[in-house]
């Protein structure tokens, strides 16, 4: 007979999960879990300094390591600024598993000090949620938790413990099994035929991987089956790294920032083959216009993707890797060669312009510099702007789980917690984060965690004082009037991250950037690498918003 | 697609949709809200619970509409709902509660 508290207990069934890292903040409603975490010497609590920090590194381990991870906040304020890393997990599918804290159950709809209804207000944001009456549910919730984290499309997952559920004694026999994920699907052969007849018998298909292909990790496989049919292969922004970009099927990534030449072979396509992608309206522009002359073979492990902005023909509802390996068997080798000479056509005559690519003190040639300078171990981590878009386009990524960028919701203060959270999960690897002057100033506070954890987290700060990609689009957009996107005092960042203690050094000033970007990156530990950029330059080409494909600007 | 629905264009067919779920304080707010953010209207709803008091019975009353098949898989997605049946509106149960609202 075993008997602790219900906060004993959460970290029991969080050990037994193989968690190793937790990051968060605690406050009144969660000290009795902290508490705990305290006598506990296998769980390393990493302290944010903001609550939707710590989501954000729970995101990063979990986009490194493809396994659930946790974040903690207590209740009230706590749990309400975790809300939007919990958010942007669940538009990319990410696995993780926050634990909150709440007023105790008598108190619960009294307006208690800190109390929110944190179920109520994650619903819509969860994949599920859960609030704890009883510790002795806790046996069974937090292996469900986990369970639904990981199962099918991945997803986040809420658990609201109240403080006295906290203290609450439990008794019980066993530990409950160690949650894995459900079975897959069952592969529908009829439909594999069928789309295996389709690629056959198609003259121009195109391959088009999302996020879905990493999450079930079959980007090899994904890579054959590109191979065998010889299919032409674009990425969303979330599959960049699926297929290496200089493979010489793959066409790069489509969309509102893809190139021309992407968007143009997509719409030659006589059939597309959508594979754990979901027709997000930032890949594919106007629906009604996008791949008009193509059908769509569409596979993903959500059946509630299928159908759901375009009608396929053929919809596989199935995990990624296993219906890769069914197809392989029935796909005729085909070299495609008018296909392919066609494809390569576009692609010398419309390819993505990167202007001044030797210059590691321009957009571009600063992505090109960092590349340079490492090897393809390295994970390199974005916020949200036209950085990250410069980044999306311009680094040869090779490999999955090689980039990790907030794609769904676009959230600005993703990066440097990311990163940090990146580098937590995978300590050899160097973590680099894109970041803008506006978005890093979203949770620049996690300075002061990376220098207290003393990761390899580098922060590559392309500093243009302004919101660039909102500057860009009033620009573009609404009659070249700027309102609220640019800054009229600039920040000095070097001064700011060596008051968080980072490293710090500056690309305007250094005689040699290229060998001072080189040495900031290979020296070991946190540092910020400052480069302005020119407010003026835009990330082109522009699918203008709600326009199609084709319609590109620039 | 559209998401606003006026009733008068609205197809006039309704459906009987009876949802199995996990009989817990919270599973409404997961189906409602799904409903609501999509503004597809919900004409009438019944809960009660099973012989077997962990799960529950919910009965909707809905529209037709092009939406219907995307609505009845994000309601399957839900962890709680243990299964979903589709039925046409002859479907006696609002038949009958009519007489209540009478
Ligand atoms: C939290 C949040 N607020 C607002 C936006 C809208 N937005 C998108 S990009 C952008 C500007 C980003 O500026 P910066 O980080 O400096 O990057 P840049 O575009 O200059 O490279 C804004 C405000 C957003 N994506 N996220």
């Known amino acids: 007979m075993m008997q602790m508290t219900g906060a004993e207990l959460i970290l029991r069934l969080l050990e037994r999960q193989g968690i190793e890292t937790v990051c968060g903040i605690p406050g009144g409603a969660i000290l009795p879990f902290y508490d705990a975490l305290g006598q506990c010497d296998t769980i390393h609590h990493v302290l944010a300094r903001h609550e939707q920090g710590g989501g954000f590194m729970a995101q990063g381990m979990a986009r490194v390591s493809g396994k659930p991870e946790v974040c903690l906040a207590s209740s009230g304020p706590g749990a309400t600024n975790l809300v939007t890393a919990i958010a942007d997990a669940k538009l990319d599918s990410i696995p993780m598993v926050a634990i909150t804290g709440q007023v105790p159950l008598g108190m619960i709809g009294t307006d208690a000090f800190q109390e929110v209804d944190t179920y109520g207000m994650t619903i819509p944001l969860t994949k599920h949620n859960f609030l704890v009456r009883d510790a002795n549910d806790l046996l069974e919730v937090i292996p469900e938790a986990f369970r639904i984290a990981m199962s099918g499309r991945p997803g986040p997952v809420l658990v609201d413990v109240p403080k006295d559920v906290q203290c609450q004694m439990v008794s019980f026999e066993d530990y409950p099994p160690v949650a894995v994920p459900n079975a897959l699907p069952e592969v529908d052969l009829l439909a594999i035929e069928k789309a295996a007849e389709m690629i056959n018998a198609s003259e121009r298909p195109v391959l088009y991987l999302g996020g879905g292909v990493i999450h079930s990790g079959a980007s090899h496989l994904a890579v054959t089956l590109a191979e065998q049919g010889g299919l032409p292969t674009t990425m969303t922004l979330m599959a960049l790294g699926t297929m290496p970009i200089d493979h010489p099927l793959s066409i790069g990534m489509l969309g509102m920032h893809g190139a021309r030449y992407t968007n143009y072979v997509l719409e030659e396509a006589d059939l597309l083959i959508c594979v754990g992608a979901r027709f997000d309206d930032r890949a594919i522009g106007k629906a009604a216009e996008f791949c008009p002359r193509a059908k769509i073979i569409h596979v993903d492990i959500d059946p509630a993707e299928l159908h759901k902005i375009k009608t396929a023909h053929v919809g596989i509802t199935g995990d990624v890797t296993q219906v890769i390996e069914a197809l392989l068997p029935l796909v005729q080798v085909k070299l495609r060669e008018p296909w392919l000479a066609q494809v390569a056509d576009l692609k010398q005559r419309f390819p993505l312009a990167k202007p001044d690519l030797d210059n590691p003190r321009s957009h571009y040639g600063l992505v090109q510099a960092v590349a340079d300078a490492l090897d393809d171990e390295a994970v390199i981590a974005t916020d949200v702007g036209q950085h990250q878009m410069w980044v999306a386009q311009a680094y040869p990524f090779r490999r999955p789980r090689q980039w990790l960028t907030s794609g769904g919701l676009g959230t600005m203060g993703f990066g440097l917690p990311t990163a940090i959270g990146a580098a937590l999960a995978a300590p050899e690897r160097t973590v680099v984060c894109f970041t803008g002057d506006g978005s890093l100033k979203m949770n620049i506070q996690e300075m002061a965690t990376l220098a207290e954890e003393a990761l390899n987290v580098k922060i590559v700060l392309m500093n243009n004082n302004s919101l660039g990609l909102v500057y860009q689009q009033q620009s573009m957009f609404y009659g070249k009037r700027p309102v609220a996107s640019k800054y009229k005092r600039a920040v000095n960042f070097l001064k700011i991250a060596e008051g968080f203690g980072l490293d710090a050094v500056d690309l305007d000033t250094a005689e040699n950037p290229a060998a001072t970007l080189a040495e900031a990156l290979q020296r070991p530990g946190p540092c910020l690498i400052h480069c302005s950029i020119d407010r003026e330059e835009f990330v082109y080409p522009m699918v203008p918003p709600g326009a199609a494909n084709t319609e590109m600007i620039g | ?102």
């Not at chain 2, 209207?41 to 529209?63: K, T, Y």
């Open chain 2, 1 to 102: 697609m559209s998401m606003v629905i006026e009733r008068e264009t609205a197809a006039v067919t309704k459906v009987v949709l009876e949802l199995e779920v996990a009989n817990h304080a919270g599973v409404m707010s997961h189906i409602c809200g799904l409903f609501a953010r999509r503004a597809f209207n919900v004409e009438g709803i019944l809960c009660m619970p099973l012989a077997d008091a962990s799960r529950s019975r919910i009965w909707l009353l809905v529209f037709e509409d092009e939406r219907l098949e995307q609505m009845i898989k994000q309601v399957e997605k839900l962890e709680d709902v243990i299964s979903v049946v589709r039925h046409g509106a002859e479907h006696a149960v609002f038949e009958r509660l009519e007489t209540f609202f009478r």
